[in-house]
Nanobody, 124 residues
Framework: QLQLVESGGGLVQPGGSLRLSCEAS????????LGWFRQAPGKEREGVSC????????NYADSVKGRFTISRDNAKNTVYLQMNSLKPEDTAVYYC?????????????????WGQGTQVTVSS
């Protein structure tokens, strides 16, 4: 089964940047759409961004458009999330997951092979 491991989280001040990584093992990521999701305490898990498998088409939640960038490096079997202009409301555990397609609404139910998550805290 595909295994995903996230890294790169941490504590950052508002306005700062972080880059999250999600590395896959046991299977190549080439044929999977890859998504980033987040879950804040007391809230449901929500989609942040997704990148398709074949042509690397991306989509983003409205709350992160213009600030976050998703990318993938199939040679390294890794997907990234560059997060800029971070806000306190971006604080959450961030997860990556895989699917056959991204879908237009970043629906959590389409995705599987969830990683363990990495904590992002935006605070002064």
């Amino acid at each position: 089964q595909l295994q995903l491991v996230e890294s790169g989280g941490g504590l950052v001040q508002p306005g700062g940047s972080l880059r999250l990584s999600c590395e896959a093992s046991k299977f190549t990521l080439d044929y999977y759409a890859l998504g980033w999701f987040r879950q804040a305490p007391g809230k449901e898990r929500e989609g942040v961004s997704c990148i398709s498998s074949r042509d690397a088409i991306t989509n983003y939640a409205d709350s992160v458009k213009g600030r976050f960038t998703i990318s993938r490096d199939n040679a390294k079997n890794t997907v990234y999330l560059q997060m800029n202009s971070l806000k306190p409301e971006d604080t959450a555990v961030y997860y990556c997951a895989a699917a056959q397609i991204c879908g237009s609404t970043l629906d959590v139910s389409l995705f599987g092979s969830w990683g363990q998550g990495t904590q992002v805290t935006v605070s002064s």
